[in-house]
């Protein structure tokens, strides 16, 4: 069965940094997008974060977050890293990973375009 379960959130300062993973199973990692998204509080909509394509070679990030978070991808371990460095209060939200059906589509960072999601995992910047 194909599943995602991220973790790592938490509870950080500002300018802190937090290391999100999303664990995958079920499926042939190595031919899919995965991408984050962010849902902040009181928004209904999943606000595209990042995403990575499914050999790594290409990854893309929202304005609001380039320069500060890097996605990786360990196809051999089934599992894609978010890296958060310098993290604001508005970066305040639950954060999930998620999987697209095509390396084209995860450019666009658009959550209908992806079809499985994870649980989510809460991140809180606040001091």
């Known amino acids: 069965q194909l599943q995602l379960a991220e973790s790592g959130g938490g509870l950080v300062q500002p300018g802190g940094s937090l290391r999100l993973s999303c664990e995958t199973s079920?499926?042939?990692?190595?031919?899919?997008?995965i991408g984050w998204f962010r849902q902040a509080p009181g928004q209904e909509e999943r606000e595209g974060v990042s995403?990575?394509?499914?050999?790594?070679?290409?990854?893309y990030y929202a304005d609001s977050v380039k320069d500060r978070f890097t996605i990786s991808r360990d196809n051999a371990k089934n599992t894609v890293t978010l890296q958060m460095n310098n993290l604001k209060p508005e970066d305040t939200g639950v954060y999930f990973c998620?999987?697209?059906?095509?390396?084209?589509?995860?450019?666009?960072?658009?959550?209908?375009?992806?079809?499985?999601w994870g649980q989510g995992t809460q991140v809180t910047v606040s001091s």
């Open positions: 079920g499926f042939n990692m190595n031919e899919y997008p």
């Open positions: 998620a999987l697209a059906a095509l390396d084209d589509l995860c450019s666009y960072l658009d959550h209908v375009s992806f079809v499985r």
């Open positions: 995403c990575i394509v499914g050999s790594g070679g290409s990854a």
